[in-house]
């Protein structure tokens, strides 16, 4: 179905697995290569440059908890945060997981939940991919990133309010290490 849609895949076996990532272990026999796959090596970044060209703009940055959102006759009025009010004639929620509160008090009935996952970061992991990986039968990704080496996945339908279940980052270490013996 990729193919059909023009998506660039190839198909490696063993000994090309082997070329193309000389880190992961011997244990795989087939893996699919996406040459146009493209990454960022640092996402905290990524934003920090992202919110500073928006200032550069002209936009207005401040880090203040929405608490509500007034409304008006024609749509949202005021946003009320836990430091101002601020008047506004239009608004853009992208508060991730946490929109759905926000939405709500306008009147949308959005489906949306959390799923959750974890990652572990190995800043001197001693070994390091030269590509994102993702061991589909281990589940989890592997992304070599300026920071170190990130071990990312997990699926936990945890909700906003749970604490972290750390044992799940002792599993990606531990198959990790089972990947990636160097
Ligand atoms: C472990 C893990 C690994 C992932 N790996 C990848 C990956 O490799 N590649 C990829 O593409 N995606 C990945 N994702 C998914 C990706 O992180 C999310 O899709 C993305 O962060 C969503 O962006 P967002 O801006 O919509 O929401 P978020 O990044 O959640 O940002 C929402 C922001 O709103 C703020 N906020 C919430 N409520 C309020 C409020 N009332 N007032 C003010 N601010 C508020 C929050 O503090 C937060 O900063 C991963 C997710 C997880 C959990």
């Known amino acids: ?24 272990a011997p244990m795989f026999e087939r893996a699919a290569f996406y040459p146009e796959h493209s990454m960022t090596v640092n996402n905290f970044r990524l934003v920090q440059r992202l919110a500073s060209d928006f200032v550069a703009r002209g936009g207005r940055l401040l880090q203040e908890k929405v608490r509500d ?25 992208a508060a991730g ?3 759905r509160a926000l939405t709500r008090r306008l ?35 592997a992304t070599p990133l300026e920071n170190g080496l990130r071990f990312a996945g997990t699926v936990e339908l945890g909700g906003l309010e749970a604490p972290p279940n750390w044992g799940r980052a002792e599993i990606l270490l531990e198959r990790g290490r089972q990947v990636f013996p160097g």
């Open 1 to 24: 179905m990729q193919r059909r849609r023009g998506v660039k895949m190839e198909l490696l076996d063993r000994e090309h697995i082997r070329q193309v990532e000389p880190s992961l």
């Open 107 to 141: 009147g949308h009935r959005v489906a949306l939940d959390t799923e959750r996952g974890y990652h572990v970061t190995l800043p001197d992991p001693g070994v390091m991919p030269r590509l994102p990986i993702h061991i589909a039968d281990f589940g989890f990704v």
């Open 69 to 93: 959102i007034e409304l008006g006759p024609h749509g949202p009025r005021t946003v009320v945060t836990d430091k101002d009010r601020i008047e506004i004639d239009a608004a853009v929620i």
């Open 97 to 99: 997981a946490w929109s």
